[in-house]
């Protein structure tokens, strides 16, 4: 999700009120948070915790869908739309690769 949003491991750390080595080794599976912390990481990144398990198949292009949503939020509507309709040039142009 980190990754998706385009967002550094230190930023998500900043905004979770973590060490940036911490988040990293959440990340790496070389450390496992707290409830707490895992909640903490979810709202730095704006999502719901159940966004952040580990995923397959169908599972990866949900969390691209969740990024955009993300991404979206606080927009208004005619801005949305733009965005939207920027995303779909771009995804029309690869289509036809």
């Known amino acids: 999700m980190r990754k998706a949003l385009r967002l550094t491991q230190a930023q998500v750390a900043e ?6 080595s911490f988040y990293g080794q959440i990340e790496r599976g ?4 707290s409830l707490k912390t895992f909640a903490a990481i979810a709202g730095a990144l704006k999502v719901n915790p159940s966004d952040l398990f580990g995923r397959s198949g169908r599972g990866k292009e949900r969390l691209y869908e969740t990024a ?6 606080g927009l208004d509507y005619k801005r949305k739309a733009l965005v939207l309709g920027l995303l779909k040039d ?5 289509r036809t690769k």
């Not at 771009?90 to 690869?94: G, N």
């Open 15 to 20: 905004k979770a009120g973590i060490d940036t």
């Open 30 to 33: 070389a450390n496992i948070p």
């Open 68 to 73: 955009i949503e993300v991404l979206l939020d």
């Open 90 to 94: 771009i995804v029309s142009h690869y």
